[in-house]
């Protein structure tokens, strides 16, 4: 009875120990950066420009800013966990058939931006990047914010706190601690997490169209949270939904583009 008492101290304690680790590195286990040197020089064209855009806490974003002649709205897009603008950059393949320009930004802890991981400082990137395109001259009724995975709790705050054309969600979770419960229990998530993002919470307050797209065999964050951040949000939307489709392939889907090309073209002037 001793031994079984002294083991199950040992267990309780090392879970402890597990648990005290991942709250302490949780920012290792959720991003995913690549950090690049200031001077790294990106493969752009003669009409798109390398932004640094600073933020109202003194930080700076690093962007790129896509631009074509005749262009009627552009998306400010928020990037998933990993990487940053060298690999990102190529969502402008994506995006500029459409014919919206491209704003594209590293968060703070990404790229060239300067700054460490925080929710807040997320959202202080982003309306940094909103104040951007609103200074640069773009209008509020030209802006789609565009979020993708991780960025998909990043661009519905911006929607629901500036005023956008539309909003573009691709696979979206409900908050990050449900996301991470899905897969690691045993950690607490709920509890220990930090980050919230909490997209779903903030669903219902959204007053724009709304298009939520999102793979049925997406292998990192269930389909099922895609389902319910749509049927939290009550103003105009629609879902679509990849068959086939995981987490990072759903732009080889024919119905991807077609889809979001669909949504714009349906948007009021």
């Not at 800013?65 to 966990?81: D, E, I, S, W």
């Amino acid at each position: 009875m001793k031994i079984l008492k002294i083991v199950f101290a040992l267990v309780v304690c090392l879970y402890i120990a597990i648990l005290v680790i991942a709250f302490l590195f949780q920012d290792k286990l959720v991003f995913f950066p690549q950090p690049l040197a200031r001077d790294y020089r990106y493969n752009l064209s003669d009409s798109d420009k390398e932004v640094f855009i600073p933020t109202a806490d003194g930080k700076l974003v690093n962007g790129i800013l896509f631009h074509r002649a005749g262009n009627q709205n552009v998306v400010l897009y928020f990037h998933g966990n990993g990487g940053s603008l060298d690999s990102w950059q190529q969502t402008s393949e994506d995006i500029l058939p459409l014919n919206c320009d491209l704003l594209i930004i590293d968060y703070r802890g990404y790229g060239k931006s300067t700054g460490a991981f925080s929710e807040k400082g997320f959202y202080e990137d982003a309306h940094a990047a909103y104040k951007f395109l609103i200074q640069t001259g773009y209008k509020p009724d030209q802006i789609i914010a565009y979020g993708r995975s991780l960025g998909t709790g990043v661009a519905m705050q911006l929607a629901i706190a500036e005023k956008v054309k539309a909003l573009i969600l691709e696979s979206p979770y409900t908050n990050l601690p449900g996301l991470a419960a899905e897969s690691m229990p045993y950690l607490l998530p709920q509890l220990l997490l930090r980050y919230k993002l909490n997209t779903l919470k903030r669903a219902n307050k959204l007053q724009v169209p709304a298009l939520i797209i999102h793979g049925t065999s997406d292998e990192l964050i269930p389909v099922a949270q895609g389902q319910k951040v749509y049927n939290a949000i009550s103003s105009p939307k629609k879902l679509l939904l990849i068959n086939g489709g995981g987490h990072n392939n759903l732009s080889q889907f024919p119905e991807h583009f077609k889809g979001i090309k669909d949504f714009i073209n349906t948007l009021p002037e």
